[in-house]
Each structure stands twice: as C-alpha cells, then as structure tokens.
C-alpha cells in the first residue's frame, strides 16, 4: 500500500509542477492573459507548485514514519496548511473578481486596478500564512504528548500530521473558520454571477461600452463556468480529508480505514495537479498559449517564411538562419529593389514567429 501510494504522490508532484509552471509561462508571453483574474490565477498556481515541489517530498517522507523534532514536524505541517489557505483564497479572489466585472462592467477597469489586485494577492497570502502558522504560536499538540508520556524530553517524535497539528485548530478554527464560510460565500457568488449573465442575455440590453453585449456575456459565462468548475474540483478535493478531521475530533473511537486516509491525502495534493488541465480544456487563451510553447520549445518547428518587399523591379532571394528568442529557423526573405531610386521598404509577413 504504502508503495502504490508513493508511486501516486510523485506522479502527482510531477504533474503538479509541470502543469503550473506552465500556467505561469503562459501567462508571461501571452499579454492577453495579463488581467487581473489571471494575477490571481498565477498566485493559485505558485500555491500548487509549492505543493507538488515542497508539500508532497516532505508528506512522502513523513509516510515512512521519519523521527524528526516536533517543532520541525509542525513546521512541514504548517507549510501545508499555509499553501492551502492561499488556494481557498485565490479563488475567492477571482470568483469576487468575476463577480465585479459581471455586476459594473463599464467601470471595473476603473475600480480593479492592477495595483489593487496585486494589493489583493498580498493580503491573501499575508492572511494565509497568519492562519497557517497559527500551531507554531502554540495551538498544537504538544502539551497534549507531553502529558501522556509520548514524547520524550528532546522531543523527538514520529512525525505525523495528527501527532503536532490540534483537532482542535483543524475543526473549529481552519474548517469552521477559514475553509467551509469562503466555500460557501464562493458558491452564492457564482450563483449571483450566473443569475445575472442569464438575466442580460435574456434581456438582450445593450451595453454602451460593448459594441456586441451579447457576445461581451457569453464570453463571461463561459469564463465563469470554467472557474466555477475550478472551484467545485478544489472542494470534493479537500472536504473528504476535512470530514476525516472532524470524525477524528468528534468520535475518536471510530474506526478510520488507512486507505481511506491516503485516498483523502491523495485527493488534496492531485487538486494542485488538475487546475492546469482545466484552464487548457476550458479557456481557449490558455489553450492556445500552451500549444505555443509546445510547438516553440518543444517541438522544434520551423518558423514560416518571413517575405520583404522592396519598392523596384530589379531583386533577388536569399536564406538566412534567424533566433528571434522563440524559434529558430530558416526564414526566406526575397528583396527587391528599383535601380536608381531610393525606395522604402514594405515588410509583409506571411507567417508569424
């Protein structure tokens, strides 16, 4: 069991880092995704590439049963915590986001700067880490091991999630508290945000600032429908470990099945895997930026031809090797030039780099 379940987690690490990265790539050479719902769309992203190259090594260790200080243990379990609250909200930022270009469209870009949306991201992880790093304040378990014996004076323990992290902390405050309310605030959104695109295509009102209102909101519901999707995935996701948590609290003497455990765990690590798939089969930007730069970095394909037109009757053609930081190829260029007079030169180009 513990093998397959190792082979699973490295799977999903991989999957994880290279899907993500390539969520931050495409938005880095893609300027039509440099709006503010993908500032936030790259901060979940840096959340889950934090948990395919850090949380999932150090949760694969921590399966083996390693001896480690306590402090050190709860420090790992606490980085989880941390990254998981950045996640819940990242995506209440982007559904508020939504929301806010659905319900004033003709003065978001006035009201959701880029300077206040990268003010945002900052606040979202600066409350995540206050949250996650919460136990390391004093809300663990260490009195608890303490006082029954299970440690020892050096405190060095088997290092376990339920050994450091309070049952406590997990159901009342980081549940209760931070996890479900932003869930459920997240579902009235998008239930607001699609009442209202019903609303305008069915009305059919026109939109000043939208040469085609019609087409301005059915973009949006599409765009909605996908981050919604995100939004549904990240709950079954994490509410299966979560339920776990609070039987663990709630009926300690119940029977909790290991497999059940692992699948759960399994679950909340391959949602930092699934986004990417997402956004390539739901958003056509992010598709068309991700077959970019696998066709140019990937697939070594020549660039098409590049043809230069110079004013005149007299020319010639030639080849020449050209690296425009994208691709390398040939690139045909013919000139032609007008014996005896000074011509500008007309670029036209039949295929782009």
Same mark, same amino acid.
């Given at each position: 069991?513990?093998?397959?379940?190792?082979?699973?987690?490295? $799977?999903?690490?991989?999957?994880?880092?290279?899907? %993500?990265?390539?969520?931050?790539?495409?938005?880095?050479?893609?300027?039509?995704?440099?709006?503010?719902?993908?500032?936030?769309?790259?901060?979940?992203?840096?959340?889950?590439? =934090?948990?395919?190259?850090?949380?999932?090594?150090?949760?694969? !260790?921590?399966?083996?049963?390693?001896?480690?200080? *306590?402090?050190?243990?709860?420090?790992?379990?606490?980085?989880?915590?941390?990254?998981?609250?950045?996640?819940?909200?990242?995506?209440?930022?982007?559904?508020?986001?939504?929301?806010?270009?659905?319900?004033?469209?003709?003065?978001?870009?006035?009201?959701?700067?880029?300077?206040?949306?990268?003010? =945002?991201?900052?606040?979202?992880?600066?409350?995540?880490?206050?949250?996650?790093?919460?136990?390391?304040?004093?809300?663990?378990?260490?009195?608890? /091991?303490?006082?029954?014996?299970?440690?020892?004076?050096?405190?060095?323990?088997?290092?376990?999630?339920?050994?450091?992290?309070?049952?406590?902390?997990? $159901?009342?405050?980081?549940?209760?508290?931070?996890?479900?309310?932003?869930?459920? /605030?997240?579902?009235?959104?998008? =239930?607001?945000?699609?009442?209202?695109? +019903?609303?305008?295509?069915?009305?059919?009102?026109?939109?000043?600032? +939208?040469?085609?209102?019609?087409?301005?909101?059915?973009?949006?519901?599409?765009?909605?429908?996908?981050?919604?999707?995100?939004?549904?995935?990240?709950?079954?996701?994490?509410?299966?470990?979560?339920?776990?948590?609070?039987?663990?609290?709630?009926?300690?003497?119940?029977?909790?099945?290991?497999? *059940?455990?692992?699948?759960?765990? /399994?679950?909340? +690590?391959? %949602?930092?895997?699934?986004?990417?798939?997402?956004?390539?089969?739901?958003?056509?930007?992010?598709?068309?930026?991700?077959?970019?730069?696998?066709?140019?970095?990937?697939?070594?394909?020549?660039?098409?031809?590049?043809?230069? +037109?110079?004013?005149?009757?007299?020319?010639?053609?030639?080849?020449?090797?050209?690296?425009?930081?994208?691709?390398?190829? /040939?690139?045909?260029?013919?000139? !032609?030039?007008?014996?005896?007079?000074?011509?500008?030169?007309?670029?036209?180009?039949?295929?782009? *780099?």
């Amino acid at each position: 069991m513990d093998s397959v379940y190792i082979g699973m987690e490295v $799977v999903i690490a991989l999957s994880s880092v290279i899907g %993500n990265v390539m969520v931050v790539w495409a938005v880095k050479i893609n300027k039509s995704l440099r709006d503010t719902t993908f500032c936030f769309i790259v901060s979940l992203a840096l959340a889950d590439i =934090a948990v395919g190259a850090l949380v999932i090594p150090l949760a694969i !260790t921590i399966s083996i049963g390693l001896q480690t200080h *306590f402090y050190s243990c709860l420090l790992v379990a606490c980085t989880v915590l941390v990254l998981t609250q950045s996640s819940i909200l990242a995506l209440l930022a982007i559904a508020i986001d939504r929301y806010l270009r659905v319900k004033i469209p003709t003065r978001y870009k006035r009201v959701v700067t880029p300077r206040r949306a990268g003010l =945002a991201v900052v606040v979202c992880w600066t409350v995540s880490f206050i949250v996650g790093l919460t136990p390391m304040l004093g809300w663990n378990n260490l009195w608890r /091991l303490q006082q029954n014996g299970s440690i020892s004076s050096d405190l060095i323990i088997t290092c376990q999630f339920e050994n450091v992290i309070s049952m406590d902390y997990m $159901v009342y405050f980081n549940f209760f508290g931070w996890v479900l309310p932003p869930l459920v /605030l997240m579902l009235l959104i998008y =239930a607001e945000i699609f009442y209202m695109i +019903h609303k305008q295509l069915n009305n059919k009102k026109i939109n000043s600032s +939208h040469s085609d209102p019609n087409k301005y909101y059915d973009k949006e519901l599409n765009l909605a429908k996908s981050l919604a999707l995100v939004l549904f995935l990240f709950a079954i996701s994490w509410l299966p470990l979560h339920i776990i948590n609070c039987i663990t609290l709630f009926c300690p003497e119940c029977n909790k099945p290991i497999a *059940f455990l692992y699948i759960a765990i /399994l679950l909340t +690590h391959g %949602n930092s895997a699934v986004n990417p798939i997402v956004y390539a089969f739901r958003i056509k930007k992010f598709r068309t930026a991700f077959q970019k730069i696998w066709q140019q970095y990937f697939c070594c394909k020549d660039t098409p031809a590049l043809e230069i +037109h110079h004013n005149g009757k007299i020319g010639k053609s030639f080849t020449l090797l050209r690296s425009n930081g994208f691709t390398e190829g /040939l690139v045909k260029v013919r000139q !032609t030039s007008e014996k005896g007079k000074k011509g500008i030169c007309n670029f036209a180009i039949i295929g782009g *780099f």
